[in-house]
């Protein structure tokens, strides 16, 4: 399906969902009934994620330019210890 843009001279514009290709060059307005002409507009892309986003464009960026890493990050707070017995008995690094 695909959004289909019409402005009414009296009401303004209003959208009509239709499939690819069925779109009338004139459509009755659903305020008043007089004859809307079709709009042209851009297509309607969603973007998607903001995180999944953020991740392809810093992969596009470090594509020419890859970030030289000098050292290891920096520790994330104090080493987490389990208190599960289970996890007593397992090999350590």
Known sequence: MVTYSYRCRQCGDFDV???MGS???RRACPRCG???GRRFTAPRVRRG???MWRALE???RSAE???VV????PASGAAR?????RHARLPRP
């Open 17 to 19: 969902r239709a499939p």
């Open 23 to 25: 779109a009338a060059p």
């Open 34 to 36: 007089g004859s809307a």
């Open 49 to 51: 994620d903001a995180a």
């Open 58 to 60: 810093s992969t596009e």
């Open 65 to 67: 330019q890859p970030e």
């Open 70 to 73: 000098s050292g290891l990050p």
């Open 81 to 85: 210890v389990s208190r599960d017995p």
